[in-house]
């Protein structure tokens, strides 16, 4: 962790992390340092903040090409000059895939910035749009909207990168309703699952240098391509998609905990039944509190009478911003370490809530789906959290929550008998379904190698993951021995008999008592193991063949991929 997380440096690096710092280059200085740079492409220097801001980088070079033919002519400069590529979008992720920690300002690395020029929007056919990989998934969805068209699910973040959100299988929360039918153009799986060709910087022997290449979904490249985890730069993709479905969106903050997760066969309102019914829910657990706020998406055509019509996303303004209560908190526990008031947030962010929905009327709305899909601004809390997708049987799904919400709330009362409080945030859960390759409407279309929503041939019941996140804030004592218990246990009860646990790409994983990403039997043996040594195998040997310099790396993807 880079920053000091005083109240003040905690806030600075929040608004830091929400836009990269651009500094004009000096050009004899460029031209010292980077000889024979792309004349035409936009050059500064940079710093670089990931979402919460542990991960930072100041004064690095960083440039903006304008097109696919820029982002070549630079990838070919940085080959020749020893340099390595590193995409950046929105840079709103946890772990280390883009810049890894204690990089230094004179380090070998270019940033290329993707979301001011590689943008472009347009309809490829009636059913798929063809999109640069630096759109936001905002500006994507409003894209589609305006022309009746949408996703079945999205990330919460409007200002994510689909470059970025493709890289990492983002995702939502969906699964089919009891007797829902699934759109032609939907996936209840990752976004990468609706890609139809991809246009990646790859090289090429032949030529003798980098070039750009277009792969259709059939191809055995592009199943390593579809989710690369910045293994490689893709430039522009053609997505499938559907009609656009109105969605309904009932918040509700009065279910216990005990209830919600209750064992499987339990009577009441637990969270499979509200996917049996609607299909599409979120629960989101604040810390030391018995109340989650569960939100339940519906498909509905028409507004019901009781729901608010909502024509834009981020209906949630209570959550949007830190209200006071809350950041006077934050600002006692990390520059003061009175950690001891995790409990307190944990009802203040429950209050907040609860008084939020009802004073926003926002309790229960419905409108287009992108606008009850979207309902997170950068401008909210910077939080750390960890990641995994627990892929089991639809009719286990209860099952799974029961027992992880079991052992999260022993655990954390038996740190908090300790006087620890290694969690102050919330736990979230989501569920969605696979990435089954059917739904791209390709014939011989094949799943995202990397997506952690990648089907297990030898495991076909398994058609649903279940998401797990811990959300603590940056430097919290014990946070880390704490979350790799979690980890353990999540490894150890999930390990393939009737469910199986793959870390979240994006999020915090491979703990050890004191660090993130750090675990080498996780690293090395764990996480390739859960998509099987031929799978795993086949999207390593991909990526190197068509990166043999390492261009696109870093020293964790290198360790990751060794």
């Not at 000059?81 to 070998?108: K, Q």
């Not at 339990?266 to 049996?276: H, I, M, N, V």
């Not at 996780?522 to 990166?547: H, I, K, N, Q, Y």
Request: with cysteine; hydrophobic share 45%.
């Amino acid at each position: 962790m880079n920053d000091d997380f005083s109240r003040r440096g905690f806030l600075r690096a929040a608004a830091l992390a929400a836009a990269p710092t651009l500094l004009p280059a000096d050009p004899a200085v460029a031209a010292q340092e980077l000889p024979d740079f792309p004349t035409d492409v936009a050059l500064y220097r940079s710093a670089y903040r990931n979402w919460v801001g542990e991960i930072t980088a100041d004064g690095l070079w960083a440039c903006a090409p304008d097109g696919p033919d820029e982002v070549l002519a630079v990838v070919n400069w940085a080959w020749r000059h020893g340099r390595r590529v590193r995409a950046r979008g929105s840079s709103h992720g946890w772990s280390p895939l883009t810049i890894t920690p204690g990089t230094e300002p004179d380090a070998p690395v270019l940033l290329v910035d993707t979301a001011s020029r590689l943008t472009g929007l347009s309809l490829q056919s009636p059913t798929s749009v063809r999109a640069g990989t630096g759109v936001t998934l905002e500006a994507l969805l409003t894209f589609l909207e305006e022309r009746g068209l949408g996703v079945t699910a999205a990330p919460a973040p409007g200002n994510l990168t689909l470059g970025g959100a493709l890289a990492i299988d983002a995702h939502g929360s969906a699964v089919p309703a009891h007797g829902e039918q699934r759109l032609p153009g939907h996936t209840y799986g990752s976004l990468s699952n609706l890609v139809l060709s991809l246009t990646a910087v790859v090289w090429d022997e032949t030529a003798g240098a980098y070039v750009l290449r277009t792969y259709d979904r059939d191809e055995a490249d592009c199943a390593a391509l579809l989710t690369h985890l910045g293994r490689a730069l893709v430039t522009e993709v053609v997505l499938r998609v559907g009609a656009n479905s109105n969605l309904r969106c009932v918040s509700r903050t009065d279910i216990p905990a005990g209830e919600l997760f209750a064992a499987p066969g339990a009577e009441g309102r637990t969270l499979a039944s509200f996917l049996d019914r609607a299909g599409r829910a979120e629960a989101i657990w604040f810390a030391f509190t018995e109340f989650p706020w569960l939100k339940v998406w519906s498909v509905s055509p028409t507004r019901p009478l009781t729901s608010r019509h909502v024509r834009t996303p981020y209906n949630y303004p209570f959550s949007d911003s830190v209200p006071t209560p809350v950041a006077d908190l934050v600002g006692r526990m990390v520059s003061d370490g009175a950690w001891y008031l995790a409990p307190v947030l944990g009802n203040a962010q429950y209050d907040v809530a609860a008084l939020g929905l009802v004073a926003t009327l926002s309790a229960d709305i419905w409108g287009p789906s992108k606008n009850t899909l979207l309902y997170l601004r950068p401008t909210t809390l910077r939080i750390a959290t960890n990641g995994y997708g627990v892929l089991t049987s639809r009719a286990q799904v209860q099952r799974v929550v029961a027992e992880f919400t079991a052992f999260y709330r022993e655990r954390l009362s038996a740190y908090a008998d300790r006087g620890q409080f290694p969690v102050n945030g919330s736990v979230e859960i989501r569920v969605t379904g696979l990435d089954d390759p059917a739904d791209a409407g390709v014939a011989g279309a094949r799943a995202p190698l990397l997506s952690a929503l990648a089907p297990r041939a030898d495991r076909p019941e398994w058609d649903t993951a279940v998401w797990l996140n811990i959300l603590t804030l940056p430097g919290t004592p014990h946070a880390q021995a704490f979350l790799s218990q979690m980890e353990r246990f999540l490894l150890r009860t999930f390990d393939g008999e009737y469910a199986m646990t793959r870390v979240e790409w994006s999020k915090g994983w491979a703990y050890t008592r004191d660090a993130t990403w750090s675990d080498g039997e996780v690293l090395g043996a764990v996480v390739p193991g859960t998509f099987g040594a031929d799978a795993w195998g086949e999207a390593s040997a991909a990526l190197e063949r068509l990166d043999p310099h390492g261009v696109f790396g870093n020293a964790f993807l290198d360790r990751l991929f060794r």
